[in-house]
């Protein structure tokens, strides 16, 4: 028998009847109390228990059972049987739900989905899950096409092993071990090559599959790491929209790459190696079903390709900031894929949204319910391609590279304000758009980067700038620093330092001016533009490279060329005009850093500005220059100017300006307690180790990172 939509076949009538109702969404059985609906009776069983656990008095005898996400590793793995059966307290083997239920192929192997994400059978866990229909989203994410490793293309497979395995929690994988090689096979034996591909294949997919199986995962676990994709990781990289959000609207590696980054945020020690047991899991299903991926058009999607790009996206953020030395390797190989996967489907030329498609206030709520996601599916597109320049940015820092497109020929318009896309209902949307002005002009940002570089005094900017547009922004002047910051002279076309400082200084003034920001997403805004100017001035990753390549330590945080040809005088450079403009910037980052909330402190360009400022530290630290004295208040339009006098000098103070120049100009190192700040660097970089050690709970480069500035440590004292 076979699903009339997948085609997949089954051997039972009622397998295939489940099955087709992750299709259709049908959901016949129905709690009595709650009349919450179900798509399957032993979900439907499960949550009724709750109901009886609720109205049955509390026993002071049995204390409750923890979270299924906080039950070690070691307790969970005698949890399914060598045949499948979910085990309870190493007993005799109870059945096991997919027994009953359809199983998902991988390779030549029949894997049962329980023995991938294990549902405990007992009756003492909460399924009174945050996520709604978080059962079904298991089935949803095993069932599907994407993970049968047995449809894979011959074309698409993946060539290197390596990077998709951890030994840690991985076995590796050898593809001549008992098996013969496609070598030694004689001409004319095509179908033992074929059958020798079908082994290899279905040898690496146990693989991935056996690391999802170790680490145990519950129905809690993934309901928990998707619950803080949305209420942790959106609100400071808004590229999905919680509102309309169907979990069966989403492809599998979707879903897999947002819990990885929700795992991210929970607390047990475990959370890591199973966040990255399902990015790897998504990563072999991108790999090998890319080509269905690319063609998969969501209800609401303008075109195809749309949800891979996110996928892409979600991926790449994921693993640039991995604790994982080899994700980040894979992160970086991959990362100019999701702009590949974007041209292909002619995403960037798909027409955004026009506010006289806007519905009538008075129009029916289906009107406006469908205006409403159609809408929040070109945001999401429009968003998704966005934050491909933001990573691409990050990404091109970290591997020393340029950036994989050019960021100043972005012709994609600014996105919706950020109450619209935060709006919580059709009708909270249409009041926040029917509020909005109809631009006069078409703004791109090609033309407003264009715009910072024109020689005019005004320059025309759209008004009300979100967080979001502003960083896409800064990321586009950060790529025409790092094009400026060459060694071997000035590449054609790329703006100086007058023309990058003027730019930068006509952004700083446009920060406070923005109505539309909250506190924190202006002190993150002006994070990454104290950042942008530090690069401007010295780029921190040659830097960094520069001062472990001169003492010989071992780093992983800026990849590129050996640096023991072109080690920089740190002495020399100390005593420059851009080494102390550097150095304000880096003691702004610092002082940013730790003002911002706590929510808010896990932005993810936070780690590598953070790492820039210890640069910095280190460089002069090194130099001698353990103490200095600065400006009591720094005039960073003067900062700027200073050297290029011609570069507008607003909003500030005489006397700001005037210590800020005399401190650029070194006039401040001969009144050492007269004016300015003392400040012990050694004292600064030492503190800001534990701000690393807060990161590194989020974003598992810090790790290394952390490690790096304590050899930098001991070699400074």
Known sequence: ????????????????????????????????????????????????????????????????????????????????????????????????????????????????????????????????????????????????????????????????????????????????????????????????????????????????????????????????????????????????????????????PLLLNAMAIGSLYLGPKNSIAKG????????????????????????????????????????????????????????????????????????????????????????????????WRKWAAKEIQQRALLGHYLVDGLISRMSGELTSVRHAANQLGPPSREAAFEARNAEEWLTHMQCQERPTTAYSFRKIISSLFSSLPQIEIPPHLSAFSLRVILEGLQSLASDGNNDDGVLIGVPTKFELRRALARIHVMIPDSASMSEPERLEIFLRWHTICLDACKDSSILCRSVCSRYGITQHVCQGRDMKKTELDLVSWANTEDARRALLHAIAIQEIVERLPRGRAHVIHIPNSLFASATVYCAFSLAGLTTVNIPTSVDWQSVLSSGYESVPVIGNTEGDASETRRYIREELTSLVGKMGVAENLLYELNSMQKLFRCLSSQWGIAYDMEDVIDQWISLCH
Not at 151 to 176: A, C, G
């Open 1 to 252: 028998m076979e699903c009339r939509f997948c085609q997949k076949t089954f051997s039972k009538g009622e397998h295939l009847r489940r099955h087709e109702r992750s299709h259709t969404g049908f959901r016949p059985y129905r709690c009595k109390e709650c009349q919450r609906t179900f798509s399957r009776q032993d979900s439907l069983a499960r949550h009724e228990r709750l109901h009886t656990r609720k109205d049955a008095p509390h026993n002071h005898l049995s204390p409750p059972s923890p979270p299924s996400s906080l039950v070690s590793q070691s307790s969970l793995k005698n949890s399914t049987s060598p045949f499948g059966l979910a085990t309870v307290d190493g007993k005799s083997p109870v059945p096991n739900r997919a027994q009953s239920d359809h199983f998902t192929s991988y390779g030549e192997q029949n894997t049962p989905v329980e023995s991938v994400i294990n549902v405990p059978q007992t009756p003492d866990l909460n399924f009174d899950l945050v996520w709604p229909d978080s059962e079904d989203l298991f089935e949803t994410l095993m069932a599907s096409e994407y993970t049968n490793q047995g449809q894979m293309h011959f074309t698409t497979l993946p060539i290197t092993s390596h990077v998709l395995h951890d030994n840690n929690y991985m076995r590796e994988v050898n593809f001549h071990d008992k098996r013969p090689s496609i070598s030694s096979i004689p001409n004319g034996e095509s179908h033992r090559v074929v059958h020798n591909v079908s082994e290899m294949v279905a040898t690496l997919s146990s693989s991935v599959t056996a690391a999802v199986e170790a680490t145990s995962l519950t129905s809690v676990f993934l309901d928990e790491c998707l619950h803080m994709f949305f209420g942790r990781f959106i609100p400071t990289f808004p590229v999905l929209h919680r509102a309309t959000f169907v979990f069966r609207d989403c492809t599998q």
């Open 276 to 371: 990255e047991a399902l990015w790897r899991l998504a990563h072999v299903a991108v790999t090998t079903s890319w080509e269905k991926l690319i063609a998969h058009c969501g209800p609401y999607d303008s075109c195809q390709g749309v949800q891979l790009v996110v996928t892409a996206l979600l991926a790449q953020v994921y693993g640039a900031l991995s604790k994982n030395r080899q994700i980040r390797t894979a992160s970086q190989a991959f990362h100019a894929l999701g702009f590949f996967w974007a041209r292909k489907c002619a995403l960037s030329d798909s027409d955004t949204y026009s506010l006289d498609d806007l519905p009538c206030l008075d129009a029916s709520d289906d009107e406006k319910n469908m205006a």
